[in-house]
């Protein structure tokens, strides 16, 4: 719940630095959570879209620039455009349409980048240093895409169906370079986080299929044959050139 002691201000004041508290439903705004703080003039913009002309900030947690960006609308922005806007249309219906353009382009990479893993997966003993570059161009694209769509990625994650194993994958993957980002790392640490996060599992090849996912019925020696897939993927990391 909101704390109803917490002040309030007009949207026109806020700045990047701000952590805010959204008096809204989870689904009414585009936002991974309602309480957050502000990282952008695009997220003010987007506050501003969804109707709200005050909104509740924590102080304690706020650290707000004292002369924010001037607001600018950017392509895939979520916040209507200005043809829209002419035309009267609702500010929240605008951005809840933009949330779902913005969750079908993440449902699109996620899709393209599970197929691409199998691939490499399954060059991966035939052609390792091919899947190591496939891997790693990958991964530098998706440390690319996350900044821009990070609430809609966290929507998407565990809502896409398919192979198992290729959703997995993805799955760690984003969920490592959204911790990575949210702690500040440079793109060459997400670039390594990603990759170490894309193929944390990939050991799991060189097992039989009855021993690649762990199971409490395991004999002793299958789970010793389970543990084993650590050593196996360093092998295979290095021999693709990632170590």
């Not at 959204?178 to 986080?193: N, S, T, V």
Request: contains cysteine; glycine residues 8%; hydrophobic residues 40%.
């Amino acid at each position: 719940m909101t704390d109803p002691a917490l002040p309030v201000i007009a949207v026109d004041e806020l700045r990047v630095g701000h952590y805010v508290l959204l008096d809204l439903g989870w689904m009414d705004h585009p936002f991974a959570r309602n309480n957050f703080r502000i990282e952008s003039t695009r997220q003010i913009e987007t506050i501003r879209a969804l109707g709200l002309t005050r909104v509740r900030i924590d102080p304690a947690r706020s650290d707000p620039e004292s002369d924010p960006e001037p607001p600018s609308a950017q392509p895939g922005a979520d916040t209507p455009d200005a043809a829209t806007a002419g035309r009267g249309a609702d500010p929240r219906r605008a951005a809840l349409a933009a949330q779902r353009r913005a969750l079908q382009q993440c449902e699109r990479r996620y899709h393209d980048g599970a197929r691409r893993y199998k691939a490499l997966v399954e060059d991966v003993e035939r052609a390792p240093e091919a899947a190591g570059a496939q891997a790693r161009a990958l991964v530098g694209e998706l440390v690319g895409d996350i900044g821009g769509h990070a609430e809609s990625a966290i929507r998407l994650l565990g809502d896409i169906q398919g192979d198992r194993g290729a959703q997995h994958a993805m799955n760690v993957t984003v969920l490592a370079l959204l911790l990575g980002r949210a702690l500040g790392f440079e793109a060459p640490a997400l670039q390594a986080l990603g990759q170490a996060a894309l193929l944390h599992d990939i050991g799991k090849l060189r097992l039989p299929e009855v021993v690649r996912h762990k199971d409490d019925a395991f004999t002793p020696a299958q789970l010793k044959a389970y543990q084993s897939h650590p050593d196996e993927g360093a092998a295979l990391v290095r021999a693709m050139g990632l170590d």
